[in-house]
């Protein structure tokens, strides 16, 4: 009303928005969190967008519901995006302009295989686990049981998950074969010494607890749900196996964008904006944040459950409670900002596991990052945020080519360069590289 | 039926003793008449009241009140009493097994969130009224639009939505089921064509339907502007193809055995073939068609929870799903109001169908 008389910035005007009723399909996970919160504070509406949001059984139900049009967008793993686009799967072209988060993964094993664990893990001087734990550590297990016959199962949470190429990195890291896709075999258990399957997040601990598997890597609330039901043990969170990785983003069907530019640009302003708020002042709002979190028509756990990560810190054993200030990141540190570099990332860990069944050129993975990953769209977003005095400029990457700087902190201490997918490749000990296929890398290793 | 009625009344002026006695015979008859009815709404215990009232030996009639209302009662209080002593002794990694005294405490807070969710719907379309008239302040020719509320569907819009989609599924399978029926009835050889179809359509699940109803109704069922969702008509159909075989096959049935006199009657009157089906076949065969229609509807209920527990199409199915993907302390007894709301509107779609069976076969119920 007295608009004109405040140093408030003048309410910008609406996008004219080809579709305003807008479906979006989420997985119940605390990094669903910039979904909830645009809806709850009202981002959506203030962009002139109705918002539904609907939680999805499995990541396949929700792939395919974004690609065949029943949703209009859905908070994804940052490899649907690119595995539908090269076909891993389901092919169909599908685009992301929103990275939603870095981090909040961990992996779990059952108390079982922890106490058998535990005894190859280095204690520090106050008597505890000294962390990173390594699958170093989990390698005598794996041994006993294959000796035994007993095949040793793990679950993640879809092939082109990040949850499977972390798992798969820290086996490796450890000298523990987690095993090969191949053309005719997409298992991904080729030559594998742990067995990864898929299970869907929630399920995970109750799967764990039926003894189906021994371990898994999944997304929070997930993790210390079982630390809480007191079945088993998280040992290692995906921000030491790789420090700031990128985690799920924001993806919507091309042809989707082609139709509604204006819906896209205003869905990802809200999504910008809730980001901004989830990170504001030190993660002052979190506790609002894991209250709304909480509600059953977003996560449901508890909200004990999710506070424990949200709010910084991560419980291991029952009562190692560490602070981990950086294990939920939405805005920090760039983290919305959809970089090249992230995405080759996933389609390096594609060809090294034999998702990708032949060599292909560094070309072709900056080809696929810049069709699938829309900066561009990122950054008129928060250009009209930046106008609207609801963004800071300093808070974006302007002027960035996409690419980030070589990145050290990986638990192996490989350093990846996204400028160098293929020369990547050729430094991991277990994974294929140039022109091995899966069959190839077997016999030659043996 | 109360024709002791009409024949009292045309006696000689009657004595007062008469009167009353004329009076309590009808009063009888009523009650009489009432009881098929009471009985099929599960309101039976009341006849023996009024026979009470109406001045039948009270002993006699107790026992019967005793039966019909006093013994289901002493049961449901037994099972309660039992649930709740042995439900605390399961724990799950979820807590324990919620005792009657949670789940009510859950009817409770899934009736808050419902009141809440409609005071939340409130303030959305507050909002919307009042960013319309700001745009219309700025612009007078602009286009306002009004949206519906996109929050969540509450534990009784789920309900609806349960019961909405059964009834559409119901519906198409009777009008496909009915008429088939009829067909197999009347004609033996087409009776042989479509009866190892039906045996070996009949007992496949509602999960096996599923995915190829899902991936059919996204292949066809493309417009801009859907009457429907998606979502609806898979679990309609999926509802359909599991519940219209009992109909089918008891109508079958019921046409197969008419009386054969019946039948030749029309012959030897040449009725048009329409009219023999619609005066001869229909009427004789309603009761079949009616129990086969009742094995269905409670068929479909039971495949409907578990086509949206599968799909994650809206209702209580999904409703179920939801609070066990959530895991929370209060997720189990939330799934076991769900449990006890599946049952008893099970239970009454079943009485209704009874009861309106019952009209059709003029009181017996086979």
């Given at each position: 009303m007295m608009g004109l008389l405040g140093s408030k910035p003048v309410l910008a005007e609406e996008l004219p928005v080809e579709k305003d009723e807008l479906k979006l399909g989420f997985i119940k996970l605390t990094d669903m969190a910039p979904l909830a919160i645009a809806y709850e504070k009202g981002f959506f509406e203030d962009e002139g967008l109705y918002v539904t949001l609907e939680p999805q059984a499995n990541w396949k139900v929700l792939l395919d519901r974004v690609i065949s049009g029943e949703l209009d967008g859905?908070?994804?793993?940052?490899?649907?995006?690119?595995?539908?686009?090269?076909?891993?799967?389901?092919?169909?072209?599908?685009?992301?302009?929103?990275?939603?988060?870095?981090?909040?993964?961990?992996?779990?094993?059952?108390?079982?295989?922890?106490?058998?664990?535990?005894?190859?893990?280095?204690?520090?001087?106050?008597?505890?686990?000294?962390?990173?734990?390594?699958?170093?550590?989990?390698?005598?297990?794996v041994d006993a049981y294959r000796a035994e016959g007993k095949p040793f199962n793990m679950g993640m949470v879809f092939p082109v998950s990040t949850h499977n190429y972390e798992l798969r990195y820290w086996l490796a890291a450890g000298g523990i074969h987690p095993g090969f896709y191949s053309k005719t075999d997409t298992s991904g258990q080729i030559g594998a010494e742990a067995l990864l399957s898929v299970t869907p997040p929630p399920q995970m601990p109750a799967t764990m607890e039926a003894g189906t598997i021994y371990g898994y890597c999944v997304g929070e609330p997930w993790n210390q749900q079982a630390v809480f039901k007191g079945i088993g043990v998280p040992v290692?969170?995906?921000?030491?196996?790789?420090?700031?990785?990128?985690?799920?983003?924001?993806?919507?069907?091309?042809?989707?964008?082609?139709?509604?530019?204006?819906?896209?640009?205003?869905?990802?302003?809200?999504?910008?904006?809730?980001?901004?708020?989830?990170?504001?002042?030190?993660?002052?709002?979190?506790?609002?944040?894991?209250?709304?979190?909480?509600?059953?028509?977003?996560?449901?756990?508890?909200?004990?459950?999710?506070?424990?990560?949200?709010?910084?810190?991560?419980?291991?054993?029952?009562?190692?409670?560490?602070?981990?200030?950086?294990?939920?990141?939405?805005?920090?540190?760039?983290?919305?900002?959809?970089?090249?570099?992230?995405?080759?990332?996933?389609?390096?860990?594609?060809?090294?596991?034999?998702?990708?069944?032949?060599?292909?050129?560094?070309?072709?993975?900056?080809?696929?990052?810049?069709k699938v990953y829309r900066p561009e769209i990122y950054l008129k977003a928060a250009e009209l945020l930046i106008a609207e005095g609801k963004a800071n400029k300093a808070d974006f990457p302007f002027g960035t080519d996409g690419y980030r700087a070589p990145q050290k902190h990986f638990i192996d201490n490989i350093v990846y360069d996204g400028h160098q997918p293929n020369q990547y490749l050729g430094k991991f000990p277990i994974g294929l590289k140039g022109k091995q296929t899966a069959e190839q890398a077997i016999t030659a290793s043996r | 039926m109360s024709e002791a009625a009409t024949l009292t009344g045309e006696q000689a002026p009657e004595t007062k003793e008469q009167q009353r006695e004329a009076r309590r015979s009808r009063f009888h008859a009523r009650i009489n008449r009432a009881t098929p009815y009471l009985n099929v709404t599960g309101l039976g215990w009341i006849v023996p009241l009024m026979k009470i009232i109406g001045g039948e030996s009270p002993k006699a009639q107790l026992g019967e009140f005793w039966r019909l209302l006093i013994v289901p009662l002493l049961a449901i209080g037994l099972f309660l009493a039992t649930w709740g002593a042995l439900a605390p002794q399961i724990q799950t990694s979820l807590g324990e097994i919620p005792g009657p005294a949670l789940v009510g405490q859950q009817v409770v807070n899934l009736y808050d969130e419902h009141v809440e969710e409609r005071l939340k719907a409130e303030a959305f379309y507050e909002r919307q009224e009042k960013r319309n008239a700001r745009k219309l302040a700025k612009n007078p020719d602009a286009k306002t639009k009004w949206r519906q509320y996109t929050g969540k569907p509450t534990y009784f819009d789920q309900i609806v939505t349960s019961l909405i989609t059964v009834f559409t599924g119901f519906l198409i399978g009777s009008l496909v089921a009915i008429p088939l029926g009829v067909v197999c009835g009347l004609s033996k050889t087409l009776n042989a064509a479509f009866n190892p179809l039906i045996q070996i359509f009949k007992p496949v699940s509602p999960l096996a339907w599923l995915p190829l109803v899902t991936m059919v109704v996204s292949a066809l069922y493309v417009s801009d502007d859907p009457m429907f969702e998606k979502a609806f008509l898979t679990s309609a159909i999926t509802v359909t193809l599991c519940s219209l075989w009992p109909t089918l096959i008891n109508t079958a049935v019921?046409?197969?055995?008419?009386?054969?006199?019946?039948?030749?009657?029309?012959?030897?009157?040449?009725?048009?073939?329409?009219?023999?089906?619609?005066?001869?076949?229909?009427?004789s065969s309603l009761p079949y068609i009616f129990t086969g229609l009742r094995l269905s509807l409670g068929v479909g209920w039971m495949v409907l929870i578990a086509a949206e527990m599968l799909a994650q199409n809206p209702g209580l199915g999904k409703f179920v799903w939801d609070e066990f993907q959530n895991g929370s302390s209060q997720s189990l007894a939330k799934i076991m109001v769900a449990v006890f709301t599946i049952g008893i509107i099970g239970f009454v779609l079943d009485r209704v169908m009874l009861a309106m069976q019952a009209m059709v076969s003029h009181g017996e119920v086979r």
């Open positions: 859905a908070h994804m793993l940052a490899g649907q995006p690119l595995g539908a686009t090269i076909g891993f799967g389901t092919k169909s072209e599908v685009i992301t302009a929103f990275s939603m988060d870095l981090n909040g993964n961990g992996i779990t094993v059952s108390n079982e295989i922890w106490k058998e664990m535990k005894k190859h893990v280095p204690k520090g001087s106050d008597g505890k686990p000294v962390h990173p734990i390594k699958a170093d550590a989990l390698k005598p297990v290692v969170t995906d921000y030491e196996i790789w420090k700031n990785n990128p985690e799920k983003v924001f993806g919507v069907s091309r042809k989707w964008a082609d139709a509604n530019p204006n819906s896209h640009l205003a869905l990802v302003k809200a999504l910008i904006r809730a980001a901004i708020w989830l990170d504001e002042n030190q993660n002052a709002n979190r506790p609002e944040a894991v209250k709304i979190l909480s509600k059953s028509e977003y996560v449901g756990a508890d909200s004990e459950v999710i506070a424990n990560s949200m709010t910084g810190t991560f419980e291991y054993e029952k009562g190692d409670k560490r602070d981990v200030p950086d294990f939920n990141v939405f805005f920090r540190y760039f983290a919305t900002y959809p970089y090249y570099s992230d995405a080759i990332w996933y389609l390096t860990q594609m060809r090294r596991w034999g998702q990708i069944t032949d060599e292909k050129p560094d070309s072709w993975f900056h080809e696929v990052a810049k | 019921g046409v197969a055995s008419i009386d054969k006199d019946l039948m030749n009657v029309g012959r030897v009157l040449q009725l048009t073939w329409w009219t023999r089906i619609t005066k001869l076949v229909m009427p």
